[in-house]
C-alpha cells in the first residue's frame, strides 16, 4: 500500500468536499463509476462516499436546486490525489477502456493532472504529485506550469500483469480545491489570515494558489470565469461546503470566506 500523499502530512490540509445536487442518486453513481469512490452511507438526503477508510465527498440532494452558474463564485474543481503514479496510470486506463470525457491534461512540474467534468457541471482533477523534494522553489513561490502530459509514460508505471484500476486505492485524498471567486487577491487576504495558509503562486492578478507546510497548493482560487463576483446563490447546485482538518484548531467551526462559501474547519493530527 502506498504512503499517504504529502499533501494531508502538513498542519492544515483539506478533509473533504460537499457538493448540492438536484440528482444525488446520479452524482454518486459518477463518482463511484468514473471516478472510483466507494460509497459509504447513506443518511436522509446526503450520500457520502470516500477511498479505503476515508470520507472525500458529500453528496446533498436538493431537487429544487438551480443548477451552477460558472460566472458565480463556486467550485472550479475538486482535486483527487492518487498515491502513485501507478495508480494514475490504472486510472487513465480505465478513461481509456470506459471512453469516459475527459475535458484535459497537463503536466504542472509539481505533479501530473487529468481534468473531466461530472453530470452537474461540477469540475474534477485526477493527479498525482511528483515527489515533494524535487520541487523548484524561487523564495517562497514554487514553480508551477502548464505542459503536455506524458500519457504513455504515466501507463508505462503500472507493472504487467497488473490487475488494473480497482477504483480509488486507499490513502487516495482530496489533494486540493480549486474555487471560483470574485478577486483572487481578496481570497489569498482571507486565507493568510484565516488559515495560516502561505500564497505560494500566482498566474497574473486572476488566480492565485495557497497552501499550509510547503505544499504547491490545498487552495487554488481564480477569477477567470468570475471576475467581480459577489456573494454566492445557496439555491444553485455546486458546491456545498470545504472541510479542512487542522491541527492547531481545538474544536470543530465553521466560517464563510468573502464569496459566502463555507469552510469548515475540524481538529486533527497530519496524515
Known amino acids: 500500500m502506498s504512503n499517504i500523499p504529502f499533501a494531508a502530512t502538513t498542519p492544515v490540509s483539506v478533509s473533504r468536499v460537499g457538493l448540492k445536487a438536484r440528482d444525488a442518486d446520479a452524482l454518486a453513481s459518477f463518482y463511484r463509476d468514473v471516478v ?3 460509497e459509504f452511507k447513506r443518511d436522509g438526503e446526503t450520500i457520502t462516499l470516500g477511498a479505503g477508510s476515508r470520507a472525500l465527498l458529500d453528496i446533498e440532494s436538493d431537487k429544487s436546486a438551480k443548477p451552477d452558474d460558472p460566472r458565480n463564485a463556486g467550485l472550479f474543481h475538486t482535486a483527487f490525489l492518487l498515491p502513485s503514479r501507478a495508480d494514475l496510470g490504472r486510472w487513465i486506463r480505465h478513461a481509456i477502456d470506459k471512453r469516459i470525457p475527459v475535458d484535459g491534461a497537463s503536466d504542472h512540474l509539481v505533479s501530473e493532472a487529468l481534468y473531466l467534468t461530472d453530470p452537474e457541471g461540477n469540475g474534477i482533477e485526477i493527479y498525482t504529485d511528483r515527489p515533494h523534494n524535487g520541487w523548484k522553489w524561487n523564495g517562497s513561490q514554487v514553480a508551477m506550469a502548464t505542459e503536455q502530459l506524458d500519457i504513455g509514460s504515466i501507463i508505462s508505471e503500472v507493472p504487467a500483469g497488473d490487475a488494473g484500476w480497482q477504483g480509488a486505492p486507499e490513502n487516495s485524498i482530496v489533494g486540493h480545491v480549486h474555487l471560483r471567486v470574485g478577486d483572487p487577491a481578496v481570497a489569498a487576504e482571507w486565507w493568510n489570515t484565516e488559515f495560516g495558509f502561505d500564497t505560494v503562486a500566482k498566474y497574473g492578478g486572476q488566480a492565485v494558489f495557497l497552501s499550509s507546510g510547503g505544499y504547491h497548493h490545498h487552495i487554488g482560487a481564480n477569477s477567470w470565469q468570475s471576475p467581480g463576483a459577489g456573494k454566492r446563490d445557496t439555491a444553485l ?13 481545538e ?3 465553521s466560517r464563510e470566506d468573502p ?6 474547519t475540524l481538529p486533527g493530527q497530519p496524515g
Open 237 to 249: 447546485t455546486g458546491l456545498a461546503w470545504v472541510e479542512m482538518r487542522s491541527a492547531s484548531a
Open 36 to 38: 472510483g469512490l466507494q
Open 251 to 253: 474544536k470543530s467551526d
Open 259 to 264: 464569496w459566502g462559501t463555507v469552510i469548515r
